[in-house]
DNA sequence: CCACGGATGAAACTTACTTTCAGAGGGCGT
DNA sequence: ACGCCCTCTGAAAGTAAGTTTCATCCGTGG
């Protein structure tokens, strides 16, 4: 019978509903009532208004109002927030999602985007969990001090060039990128010195990739392979190896989580670019965004 | 004309955040200022009271009773009960990473690689969860009938558009991209009832993809737009509009973590006109595939 | 049996939330 | 430029929610 009203509830930001459920012998019947309530779906009493909730325990505001008391909220809004803060904590994590697997055959859009959603996210974090950060320093000194940068790529792993190219040409750089084998070749061979020949392909077996940055290497370019693949045929003419940690989904041959996983990557190599020379870049930067104002048009504010 | 589209408004389970970040350019100037309180610090904005909020707004509590409702909740305690529920769900990034924030001026590679790699995780995440499944099927559906598919995109948005046609076309579709915006204008004049014209543009407020699609429509083609922004300009013209869901990092204007959500939902799509039809589609991979193969070398493929 | 004290709900009360309304300001067509 | 219209906005009125007070009820112990 010993009642203590206003137990100390000071620290729980989280059990609270093992609290109440801890309390409900000490407290009156009409509070138990209501804290059955509560316990047995928190999400649903977060939804009630006092009165509400009052009635579904048959019982009076006051007494909803003390049951807060009790267990050391100071009134019924405070109740109700922590309540649904709580049953959103609890909510699982969303069923099996094949990671790195396939798409079933019968799967619905919801399913689908679940899949995809999860392994291009887990991609990106592997990546950038593997990434070596002193490879990437010695990318990005070379590429701030190149001369030139030429970035290759072909098929899926040439947009992400190309992606790289324009970066890179935004913030004042001086980058290429070629869509045509033959004029890579031709401007790989006037590479030199100093400059830096980037070379992206997901298997790390294109050849025609290799060959380019063969090229470049020959040249004296300092050369750079980004790759799923640490030990294919790329990483032999390149002088720092990048690479990606993308388990790729067979049925989208796409390769899209190894496409995010790469653009990750040359994200990083960006910003890290930039902040070399951050003024320089900021305003190069304001004055392209600047360019492209004219084909804006206004917000828009639709809703009737 | 005014076919409104439907704003995923109603999928939102999960990024009540992420949502209001999206149409925050959409609100009123006051509304805006209640909003930016909101999305940087849910947890406190739940705590507070409407009073409360609106003055550290700097406006009255209409205003705020008018933001839950531009928002899509019936009222201010709706929203404090889901911004309760949001903010308890969200695990804190260990160290300071800021989220959708800056890179600080001294940060290493290690921190620019955590810092992007973060923000990028989350874009994929948050932009499946606040995809809408049951439009998604709708242009599925459109694409898997459509006799033609343009895909429209210009700047760092043609490169996703680019993307999707080559796996449009990857497996059997007939799908065009356009670099150029006359060209584009002719091919969609082109376009007629059952054809499909998908525009993408981060912002929504790109004028040479808002008027290719707008063309697309008037000659009867279904019109989806791909845009961050759900209330903006291409929505009009949009019979179907698909949200991602990027808070974008001022300094890296290259727009990465929006691209990738672009990717994320292009990803989905493909899969899932993909998944119609799975026998012609797989054969019709592993023909492309066989036809790259004379253009990779050796073993390469390490670790299995 | 009465005095006492906790439990309880009705009602008064306060605070929070919502609606209404009119003024301000900005854009657009004439 | 002018005036119209439409949107944004906060003040104030109005309503609903939450809180306090208090009288009553009921069981208990003197």
Redesign the pocket.
């Known amino acids: 019978m010993a ?1 203590s ?1 206003k137990i100390s509830a000071s620290h729980e930001t989280g059990g609270l509903i093992v609290h109440i459920s801890g309390l409900l012998p000490s407290l ?4 138990q009532r209501v804290a059955r309530l509560v316990v047995a779906d928190p999400a649903d009493a977060a939804r009630r ?4 909730l009052a009635t579904a325990a ?9 049951f ?2 009790s267990v050391g909220m ?5 109740l ?1 927030i922590r309540l649904a803060a709580e049953a959103a904590r609890r909510v699982e994590p969303p069923d099996a999602r094949v990671v790195g697997g396939d798409i079933p055959p019968g799967a619905d859009l919801a399913q689908i985007i679940a899949t995809i959603a999860f392994n291009d996210a887990r991609a990106v974090e592997e990546t950038a969990e593997q990434l070596d950060p002193a490879i990437c320093e010695q990318v990005v000194e070379a590429i701030g001090a190149a001369g030139r940068i030429d970035v290759y790529g072909a098929g899926a792993s040439g947009f992400v060039a190309s992606d790289f190219q324009q970066k890179l040409h935004r913030i004042g750089r001086i980058a290429f990128y070629f869509p045509d084998v033959h004029t890579a070749l031709t401007s790989a061979a006037l590479l030199g010195r100093g400059d830096v020949a980037v070379g992206i392909s997901h298997t790390g077996t294109t050849s025609d990739v290799i060959e380019v940055l063969e090229q470049a290497r020959a040249r004296g370019a300092t050369t750079v392979a980004l790759t799923n693949f640490p030990r294919s045929p790329i990483a032999d003419v390149a002088d720092h190896v990048l690479t990606t940690a993308a388990r790729e989904t067979t049925y989208r041959s796409g390769a899209t989580a190894s496409r995010l996983a790469q653009l990750t990557v040359v994200d990083c190599l960006f910003v890290g670019v930039a902040a070399r020379s951050r003024a320089r870049t900021k305003k190069a930067l304001e004055a392209t965004a600047e360019a492209v104002q004219s084909h804006r048009v206004g917000p828009g ?1 639709r809703r ?1």
């Open positions: 009642k009203p009156s019947p009409a509070e208004t006092i009165t509400d048959e019982t009076s505001e006051a007494t909803v109002i003390r807060c008391r100071d009134g019924y809004p405070q109700r504010r009737g």
